[in-house]
């Protein structure tokens, strides 16, 4: 969905190397996500954010740090890169209003790379 | 431990055959069950979703069964074509936890022509 983008779309990293991956989105919605895609284990929520100053951490939270710089843009930083977290991520955003149960808009996602 | 199970792990169907993906959720506090589409080189979309109010929804092609009391859901897909070809993912999240999903492992379908 071209109203989310992520950058980089692949990235190649070393072990212990500090690395960020953005999102951003045209959508004006509130809440935004990270996740990770690993085969055979679906998506894992990694953080997530319901308005700019509302931070929290998902499932598999450990290794990683978010920052939520405004509305439309939420970054997402591996402080020491390591092996196991090399994946798929990807970023999603919902509407706060209307419906309880609001669909997620998912970006291209990044494939990262950690050697 | 995977709150949300998902099998098969991969389905080879003819044109215009079923294709049956399972999910069983263990959470009883699941209150909606969507069910997402990903193409290669794309993120997952919603496809169809539904509540426990209900046993059966149906969009088009695509229909999900609820079974409550076995903590069971399903998708099928009628007349399958090549372009249903993709990774599906069932998921579960709780109202009172706003829009927080928890994925299945995802199914692969593949629709031979």
């Known amino acids: 969905d071209a109203d989310v983008t992520q950058t980089p779309r692949n990235r190649i990293t070393k072990t212990g190397k500090r690395i960020m991956l953005e999102c951003s989105q045209t959508k004006g919605h509130d809440r935004m996500y990270w996740y990770r895609q690993d085969p055979g284990l679906g998506l894992r929520l990694i953080y997530y954010?319901?308005?700019?100053?509302?931070?929290n951490k998902g499932e598999i939270s450990d290794g990683y740090s978010v920052s939520r710089q405004a509305q439309a843009k939420f970054s997402l930083s591996l402080e020491s890169a390591i092996p196991n977290q090399t994946a798929l991520y990807f970023c999603?955003?919902?509407?706060?209003?209307?419906?309880?149960?609001?669909?997620?808009?998912f970006g291209p996602g990044t494939r990262l790379t950690v050697l | 431990q995977q709150q949300v199970k998902q099998s098969p792990q991969s389905l080879i169907v003819q044109k215009g055959g079923i294709s049956i993906i399972n999910c069983a959720y263990e959470n009883t506090a699941f209150d909606y069950f969507p069910w997402y589409q990903q193409f290669p080189g794309k993120g997952p979309a919603l496809l169809i979703a539904i509540r426990p109010d209900v046993s059966e929804k149906k969009e088009g092609r695509f229909t999900i069964s609820f079974n409550k009391s076995a903590k069971q859901f399903s998708l099928h897909i009628m007349d399958s074509q090549p372009g249903d070809s993709a990774t599906y993912f069932c998921a579960a999240s709780k109202g009172a936890a706003g829009n927080k999903l928890t994925f299945g492992g995802g199914t692969r379908v593949l629709v031979k022509p």
């Open positions: 954010s319901f308005d700019v100053k509302d931070i």
């Open positions: 999603a955003t919902s509407d706060r209003t209307g419906a309880i149960y609001n669909e997620q808009f």
